[in-house]
């Protein structure tokens, strides 16, 4: 089993829709990281969170500590938020490292 | 301000051919990483450099070598390609892997084909 799970593995919407990704980790982690790989491959940082709740523009991350699971919510989507989005971890017990989930693929249509 | 560059882009090598893929980020990070994305599996890591002058093993270390030249560079060296090795390569960069505030910035990559 992976520390990293995402779900679902793929997603499609249509323009528009609100949309939610979730990421579920199985170790102590001191923060966590949603990343977004488009697809000409570039990986952008979206969000680190270590607590609670964070927002920029359209994109909503959460993380709920004790349940380990976190959450990446886009309102409004558009096509141009097509794109694969990967959760990561940064593990408590090495601090030098970063856990990925395998990624959700989003397409959003017209 | 580049960010973190990584040259070539693309490579297509024979197997036992030799490389070596450079990457170099401009924002005086102590922390460099090397990653390979295969399909259907997430970021795995290769090497990575806590600070200059050091380097370890990640999780999936065999068939490479790696230089942490100076603060800026940090190069991965396949000494003999196979074709197990073809794969999408992450260069990245952190200031302060222990501070909370660790995001990581990552360089365009490079798609290696080997033959």
């Known amino acids: 089993k992976n520390e990293v799970e995402q779900s679902p593995q793929n997603l499609t919407a249509q323009e528009g829709e609100f949309i939610t990704i979730n990421c579920s980790y199985s170790?102590?982690?001191?923060?966590l990281h949603w990343l977004q790989q488009h697809p000409g491959g570039g990986i952008v940082s979206l969000f680190m969170?270590?607590?609670g709740k964070k927002k920029h523009g359209r994109l909503i991350a959460t993380i709920n500590i004790q349940e380990k699971h976190s959450s990446l919510h886009i309102t409004a989507s558009h096509p141009r938020d097509s794109a694969v989005y990967i959760c990561?971890?940064?593990?408590?017990?090495?601090?030098?490292?970063?856990?990925f989930g395998t990624g959700t693929r989003l397409q959003v249509f017209p | 301000n580049a960010g973190v560059t990584q040259t070539p882009k693309f490579q297509v090598l024979k197997t036992g051919q030799s490389m070596t893929l450079q990457c170099a980020q401009d924002?005086?990070?102590?922390?460099m990483y090397w990653y390979r994305q295969d399909p259907g599996m997430g970021l795995r890591l290769i090497y990575y450099?806590?600070?200059?002058?050091?380097?370890d093993k990640g999780e999936v270390p065999n068939g490479y070598n790696v230089s942490r030249l100076n603060k800026r560079e940090f190069s991965l060296r396949l000494e003999s390609a196979a074709p197990s090795q073809t794969s999408v390569y992450f260069c990245?960069?952190?200031?302060?892997?222990?501070?909370?505030?660790?995001?990581?910035?990552f360089g365009p990559g490079t798609r290696l084909t080997v033959l």
């Open positions: 990561a971890v940064r593990s408590q017990m090495n601090t030098d490292k970063l856990i």
């Open positions: 450099s806590a600070s200059e002058g050091t380097t």
């Open positions: 990245a960069s952190v200031l302060d892997r222990g501070s909370s505030y660790n995001e990581q910035f």
């Open positions: 969170l270590s607590s």
């Open positions: 924002m005086n990070h102590n922390s």
């Open positions: 170790v102590g982690i001191s923060a």
